[in-house]
């Protein structure tokens, strides 16, 4: 029973968010929607203890469409960063603000960017794509994330300086532009970088909160050295190139793991 602690609990973590918001907020969505994500995020979990070769694949599918789809597409929710800005501005904890806070800015506390292997629905389409496995050396290109922040930020500041109107029409019209802008632009850096996570790695603005925030997790890959070989296959799987094999704080791209757990099924020693 050890084994499925950690899906436990993940799984109490998110009912008591919801049950939290659910109260203090009086709207019985928030229960229903943290307590669905917590439900799919424990599923992968166990499915993956219980050694399912698609364990992450359903998390990630599960999550993001229900992200992208239902909340985005159908109840015309903006998710993306300009929605968060958007409510940031408005004074409004709901929605976007809420996800962010969970998700990206103090969730990362716990749980690093685990957002970023079983939710995010832009990777969730990138990782369809058959660079799973990094096949080029890693570009010192990551400056480029603060280009689409800082746009992201200037445009949303821009519509409340100018008191634009259809302000709601506005934000759904840009979560599906920035949507599409994401997938063209990750695909394309995925064939250039034959990497599936290169956007992730040097675009995603998600990640000027997350990586700082991760740096932190109490949720970690470790190693145990009694068991370690030194055989390298742990980082040859990786797909964000992180040196698992370190324990500290200041491991290669520790920031980077997004708890996707190839390394673990990967080590012939279990050492991870």
Not at 13 to 38: P, R
Not at 183 to 189: H, K, L, M, N, S
Not at 234 to 262: A, F, Q, Y
Request: hydrophobic share 50%.
């Amino acid at each position: 029973m050890k084994r499925f602690f950690l899906p436990a609990m993940l799984l109490a973590v998110f009912e008591a968010i919801a049950i939290t918001l659910w109260l203090t907020q009086e709207n019985l969505f928030y229960l229903f929607n943290f307590s669905y994500i917590g439900i799919s995020l424990s599923l992968g979990i166990f499915l993956f203890i219980k050694k399912n070769r698609y364990a992450r694949r359903t998390a990630q599918l599960l999550v993001g469409l229900y992200m992208l789809v239902y909340l985005g597409l159908i109840c015309g929710e903006n998710m993306q960063i300009e929605g968060f800005w958007y409510y940031l501005f408005m004074g409004v904890f709901e929605a976007a603000t809420i996800h962010y806070a969970v998700a990206k800015i103090f969730g990362p506390l716990l749980f690093g960017r685990g957002w970023c292997g079983y939710a995010c629905w832009t990777a969730m389409v990138l990782d369809f794509l058959p660079y799973k496995i990094p096949e080029m050396p890693r570009k010192r290109i990551g400056w480029i994330r603060y280009i689409p922040f800082l746009a992201s930020l200037t445009f949303v500041l821009a519509l409340f300086l100018t008191h634009a109107g259809s302000m709601e029409k506005i934000m759904f019209r840009a979560f599906i532009i920035g949507n599409v802008f994401y997938y063209a632009v990750g695909i394309t850096f995925a064939f250039i970088f034959k990497d599936n996570r290169a956007f992730c790695k040097y675009i995603c603005p998600i990640t000027v909160f997350l990586k700082p925030m991760s740096s932190f997790s109490l949720l970690r890959i470790n190693c145990d050295k009694s068991k370690c070989v030194s055989c390298g296959t742990c980082k040859k799987v990786c797909p964000m190139e992180v040196d698992v094999t370190d324990n500290s704080r200041k491991r290669k791209n520790g920031t980077e793991c997004i708890l996707c757990l190839e390394c673990v099924k990967s080590c012939p020693k279990d050492a991870l």
